[in-house]
């Protein structure tokens, strides 16, 4: 089996006609375009296994992606408060500013 590894816009081709790009990543799912002769059939796999269709013997299922949080505790909560009011201190800098908005990306407000 063949693994290819892709950056956007990355592109490969099946049997000469059939073209299969990268087009983005978002989250969890890969975008990607095919471009494949009409009379070439073209299924999603849960297409193709609710119709009917066998799953085929060479398609394996994908690890879960374990996403590890930070617990959240006393001790982050007043470090992210003290961390406020030092900026506080220190003006609306555009840079202050950046780092409030890093911030509020990595403990967005409830």
């Given at each position: 089996?063949?693994?290819?590894?892709m950056?956007?816009?990355d592109y490969?081709?099946?049997g000469g006609?059939t073209?299969?790009?990268?087009n983005?990543l978002?989250g969890?799912?890969v975008h990607?375009?095919?471009?494949?002769?009409?009379?070439?059939?073209?299924l999603?796999?849960e297409?193709?296994e609710?119709s009917?269709?066998?799953r085929?013997a060479?398609?394996?299922?994908?690890?879960?992606?374990?996403?590890?949080?930070?617990?959240?505790?006393?001790?982050k909560?007043?470090a992210?408060?003290?961390?406020?009011?030092?900026?506080?201190r220190?003006?609306?800098?555009?840079e202050?500013?950046?780092l409030?908005?890093?911030?509020?990306c990595?403990?967005?407000?409830?």
């Amino acid at each position: 089996m063949l693994c290819i590894s892709m950056k956007a816009g990355d592109y490969f081709t099946v049997g000469g006609s059939t073209v299969i790009q990268f087009n983005r990543l978002q989250g969890d799912r890969v975008h990607l375009v095919v471009n494949a002769p009409r009379e070439v059939p073209v299924l999603r796999g849960e297409v193709l296994e609710r119709s009917g269709g066998q799953r085929p013997a060479c398609v394996f299922d994908a690890p879960r992606q374990i996403v590890k949080q930070l617990p959240w505790n006393g001790e982050k909560k007043r470090a992210l408060l003290e961390i406020g009011q030092t900026l506080d201190r220190m003006g609306d800098s555009p840079e202050v500013r950046t780092l409030r908005e890093k911030l509020a990306c990595i403990f967005p407000a409830p």
